[in-house]
């Protein structure tokens, strides 16, 4: 996972890395479980399926923690990952900054061919002490060509494998007919990274009320997916990246050779449409 998505790449105020390990010993440690949130039926899951690692995008443990009992869901669940021998791994914001990760991905399914257009850093690049480039904060997509809002609109739909979606069109005047070239992208929730940035759309998962009222005014689009739902259609590439990973290192150390990397079939949104 380090490979994967440098630590060092993860925001000052974020919770990332090994966050619980276990001190039970399984006998036999060849799964993965891969979430976008540790929850009550995701922990049965890899309780169900012998998982020894989840590695959960959003860290289920973000701040201290006063106490550990059975009394809330969160501490529950800790303490049973820590006595069926689950430890739990965290790459959050690390994942979202560096290149080839979560943010790009979203890029990706805008552009539809790299050929089609540039994909920057929206706040700033992170470089490494040798001067490489490994990632930024968020991300900027500018088009070659121009495209039409509901073009837009229908890409990333059927990149997210979304039926609706929520859109929160430009009040000025001729700004919903007007082309598309760069699209503002921040996975989750956007609004402080996104707000008073320079985009014809704010693509994200979640901005407050007023965050959007005041970016339409503005005159940019803004379109909102779901917090999570920006994020869970990744988890497939993560799983495919760390195979790869673990079966390099298992040339090197048999005893991780034959690991499974699974996704989740019990993480999911927590609302619905009704």
Known sequence: MERIAPLRLAESWDNVGLLLESPVEKSIKNRVLLTIDLTTAVLNEAIAKDASVIVSYHPP????????????PLQSTLLQCAAHGISIYSPHSALDSVSGGLNDWLADGILQGRENGSISSLVGDKVSSDGVVEGGEGR??????????????????????????????????????????????????????????????????????????????????VILCGHDRTERGFLPDLASRLRHELECDADQDSGIAGVEVLVSQKDQHPLRIV
């Open 140 to 221: 900027l997509v500018t088009l070659h060509s121009a495209i039409s809002m509901s073009v837009l609109e229908s890409r990333i739909k059927e990149h997210l494998k979304l039926s609706q979606i929520q859109v929160g069109y430009a009040t000025s005047s001729g700004a919903q007919s007007a082309p598309i070239r760069t699209v503002a992208i921040c996975a989750g929730s956007g609004g402080s990274m996104l707000t008073g940035k320079e985009a014809d759309v704010y693509f994200t998962g979640e901005m407050s009320h007023h965050e959007v009222l005041s970016a339409v005014a503005a005159g940019t689009h």
């Open 61 to 72: 443990i973000f701040r201290g923690l006063k106490a550990l009992t059975l009394k809330t």
